[in-house]
């Protein structure tokens, strides 16, 4: 298989799968026991948390352990809102991933206000509008640093430091960022900051929020004193050393790496163009994650594009949600201002460290007989 749906999960690191093991067998105490084997396993998590740290350049006693991007988001939001009870106004953006856009319009239904900040056609976010938009009943923002379908950057460290002159909780969700763009918090005045393992060659089901020092922030989970008091139930400890790993690994491996892994996308889209030169490319190309496009074929229906390619053995995902049954056009390019039939004929490559030069022609020459297949069938123009 020629795997080139990076944004929705990587292939684990071998190396990970290694760290794991031992606290998926012997090594198997609780944490907060206080006998050897719970020693062993708190080593490990503590570990694991002075690894996310380095990573994230943050002080290790910031970094909560969590299930995920969903939890960490959660836990940021519903965090932030309980400790600030006064005030009741939460700006995002339009092009949010589901676990804050969901959340967000949870909390319209609670009687919060949320400001909805729109985009233009490359999927950047207008700077003024934004600090037009904060108030001083404003209890956070919540931005995406890195937009999963198009891979769009906003300028999380200028919206980060507005926020902070005016005392307002600043959230961001690294979780697509993480291990493709530097993320250095101390330099960038986020309060708030989540990510997940699985995105960076980890395992799923495991992430982390970061919390700035001296920031009151609730805890989602209740139950008993893990994480501090921060996050109750015990700690997934093979999942937490995983996380650990591949974000040690991950660190390395992003200077050298993501230059290498944007000329794979830069061959692959210059291809793309030479064989469909009415293709249609979403995304601003100057501001953008280096693993990831995201453009339309006109005429031919992204889903049938999907299976070909499925069956030809490359992995890829449509601009596009399935819910029960029925195809909805993205959120995110409707918000950038493309038409319901173009967005139902996106498709999204997100490549990783493990591509291959190889896979891009491989690839291409996949797409291209998807595509002949679908207009041999009547299913294309």
Known sequence: MIYLDNNATTAPDPRVGEAMLPFLGH???????????????????????????????????????????????????????????????????????????????????????????????????????????????????????????????????????????????????????AGKVEIDLGRVPVHLLSIAAHKFH?????????????????????????????????????????????????????????PRVTGLRDEFESGVRTCFPDARFHGNPSYRLPNTTNFALPGLDAQGLLAGLDRLGVACSIGSACTSGEVDASHVLRAMGVGDEEARSSLRFSFSRMSTAEEVPAALAALGQASARLRRDGLGH
Request: charged residues 20%; proline residues 6%; glycine residues 12%.
């Open 27 to 177: 090594e198997f105490g609780n944490p907060s026991s206080p006998h050897a084997a719970g020693r062993v396993a708190r080593g490990a998590l503590e570990k694991a948390r002075a690894q996310v740290a380095a990573f994230l350049g943050a002080a290790e006693d910031t970094v909560l352990f969590t299930s995920g991007g969903t939890e960490s988001i959660n836990t940021a939001l519903r965090g932030a809102l309980a400790a600030q009870p006064e005030k009741r106004h939460v700006v995002t953006s339009a092009i949010e991933h589901s676990a804050t856009k969901n959340l967000c319009r949870q909390l319209a239904r609670e009687g919060y206000e949320v400001t909805w900040l729109p985009v233009d056609s490359g999927g950047c976010l207008d700077f003024t509008a934004y600090v037009q938009a904060l108030r001083p009943d404003t209890a956070i923002v919540t931005m995406v640093w890195a937009n999963n379908e198009t891979g769009v950057l906003l300028p999380i460290e200028e919206m980060a430091c507005v926020a902070d002159e005016r005392r307002i909780v600043f959230h961001a969700d690294a979780v697509q960022a």
């Open 202 to 258: 980890g395992p799923k089901g495991v992430g982390a929020l970061v919390v700035r020092p001296g920031l009151g922030l609730p805890p989602l989970l209740r139950g008993g004193g893990q994480e501090g008091g921060r996050r109750a139930g015990t700690e997934n400890v093979p999942g937490i050393v995983g996380l650990g790993v591949a974000a040690a690994l991950a660190g390395v491996a992003l200077p050298v790496e993501m």
